[in-house]
């Protein structure tokens, strides 16, 4: 898995979260990222698991923490991909979409096997330098689980989940899952009796499958069709923006490609390395300045700017005036409408 790959955060995440009595902005600040993360709607791989061990160092008790949000997470927040489950015809019909949409929100990989009486959905991680949080992989499969309780209203149980960490064997997961939970495996796995899968869903929706299929089935094609390296070098820039310069000989080595073709396919796409970091610095600017609690000069050097009077040049070209006197602006705005 690539370092630039962009990780979709629903707000039901948050919302979730706040039902636990855990805010956004206690996760954000644990795992030690700007606030601005939490109106962005992609994070980094970088950040996505710098907030999953955040909110597990905040959650305490790892198997309740597993289980809560799954629970707490309503349905009326699910994402478009999860809602194509929870409206799917049976369980069966919501796992194959949850295996097939969950590409488009790397970095966990599921697939199905059915087998004899067992059906046994297995969670890889595409990263194998960084495993993923325990919580995280917990998390999923309890979903999983969850998905498959509130589609046919009935308190399903697993056959039998496996982890391969280890962790405090304590009663909660395993009174969730109704099976035995093993440690220590050789996979993370989710077994489900496979008559289960044969189980009609009572939220089935062919109307709102038919609107939602279609575009899903078009963002995944367009998610595995070459991205835009204009968008993939903006990405990376923004989540680079310091008081350092930036170079583009630092894109190509995270990207693993040379200069000359970064340059070549940007002018392919009729822009440059240098438009985009003015865009990625202007972007990221009127963002942080949306933040009252942050300092002008703060703002600068976080959009890559050493010194405030080079930010304020910059930033009359962009929006035509002083970065005090837009953030005035568009704070009255705000409260007024």
Same mark, same amino acid.
Request: hydrophobic share 40%; glycine share 6%; with cysteine.
């Given at each position: 898995?690539?370092?630039?790959?962009?990780?979709?955060?629903?707000?039901?995440?948050?919302?979730?979260?706040?039902?636990?009595?855990?805010?956004?902005?206690?996760?954000?600040?644990?795992?030690?990222?700007?606030?601005?993360?939490?109106?962005?709607?992609?994070?980094?791989?970088?950040?996505?698991?710098?907030?999953?061990?955040?909110?597990?160092?905040?959650?305490?008790?790892?198997?309740?923490?597993?289980?809560?949000?799954?629970?707490?997470?309503?349905?009326?927040?699910?994402?478009?991909?999860?809602?194509?489950?929870?409206?799917?015809?049976?369980?069966?019909?919501?796992?194959?979409?949850?295996?097939?949409?969950?590409?488009?929100?790397?970095?966990?990989?599921?697939?199905?096997?059915?087998?004899?009486?067992?059906?046994?959905?297995?969670?890889?991680?595409?990263?194998?330098?960084?495993?993923?949080?325990?919580?995280?992989?917990?998390?999923?499969?309890?979903?999983?689980?969850?998905?498959?309780?509130?589609?046919?209203?009935?308190?399903?149980?697993?056959?039998?989940?496996?982890?391969?960490?280890?962790?405090?064997?304590?009663?909660?997961?395993?009174?969730?899952?109704?099976?035995?939970?093993?440690?220590?495996?050789?996979?993370?796995?989710?077994?489900?009796?496979?008559?289960?899968?044969?189980?009609?869903?009572?939220?089935?929706?062919?109307?709102? %499958?038919?609107?939602?299929?279609?575009?899903?089935? #078009?963002? !995944?094609? /367009?998610?595995? $069709?070459?991205?835009?390296? *204009? &968008?993939?070098?903006?990405?990376? %820039?923004?989540?680079?923006?310091?008081?350092?310069? #930036?170079? !583009?000989? /630092?894109?190509? $080595?995270?990207?693993?490609? *040379? &200069?000359?073709?970064?340059?070549?396919?940007?002018?392919?796409?009729?822009?440059?390395?240098?438009? !985009?970091?003015?865009?990625?610095?202007?972007?990221?600017?009127?963002?942080?300045?949306?933040?009252?609690?942050?300092?002008?000069?703060?703002?600068?050097?976080?959009?890559?700017?050493?010194?405030?009077?080079?930010?304020?040049?910059?930033?009359?070209?962009?929006?035509?005036?002083?970065?005090?006197?837009?953030?005035?602006?568009?704070?009255?705005?705000?409260?007024?409408?």
């Amino acid at each position: 898995m690539t370092s630039n790959n962009r990780i979709r955060i629903p707000n039901g995440f948050w919302a979730g979260l706040r039902q636990l009595g855990i805010t956004e902005q206690d996760v954000v600040r644990k795992a030690k990222l700007p606030l601005t993360v939490i109106t962005e709607s992609v994070v980094s791989t970088e950040q996505y698991l710098a907030i999953w061990h955040a909110y597990s160092d905040l959650i305490g008790d790892m198997g309740e923490g597993m289980i809560k949000l799954p629970t707490a997470f309503e349905t009326a927040h699910y994402p478009p991909s999860v809602l194509a489950a929870f409206h799917a015809r049976d369980y069966r019909d919501a796992l194959n979409r949850m295996i097939r949409y969950k590409e488009m929100c790397p970095p966990e990989k599921l697939s199905i096997v059915e087998e004899g009486d067992s059906c046994s959905i297995e969670l890889d991680w595409l990263n194998d330098e960084q495993p993923g949080p325990p919580l995280l992989i917990g998390t999923t499969l309890a979903f999983l689980l969850e998905l498959g309780r509130r589609g046919t209203g009935f308190p399903l149980n697993a056959k039998l989940v496996e982890f391969t960490f280890s962790m405090d064997k304590g009663q909660a997961l395993k009174e969730f899952f109704g099976c035995p939970i093993r440690y220590d495996a050789a996979s993370n796995r989710l077994t489900m009796h496979r008559r289960d899968l044969d189980r009609p869903f009572t939220s089935y929706n062919a109307e709102l %499958l038919e609107v939602l299929t279609p575009v899903l089935d #078009q963002t !995944l094609h /367009d998610k595995r $069709s070459s991205q835009s390296i *204009s &968008e993939i070098v903006k990405w990376i %820039l923004k989540r680079n923006l310091t008081g350092d310069h #930036q170079e !583009l000989r /630092d894109v190509a $080595s995270e990207l693993g490609m *040379s &200069e000359r073709t970064i340059q070549r396919r940007l002018m392919d796409e009729e822009t440059s390395f240098k438009q !985009l970091l003015s865009q990625a610095r202007h972007e990221q600017a009127r963002a942080y300045l949306a933040d009252p609690l942050l300092e002008i000069k703060e703002v600068a050097f976080l959009v890559g700017y050493k010194d405030q009077s080079s930010f304020y040049r910059a930033f009359r070209i962009w929006e035509g005036d002083t970065p005090l006197n837009w953030r005035n602006h568009h704070i009255n705005i705000t409260h007024i409408n």
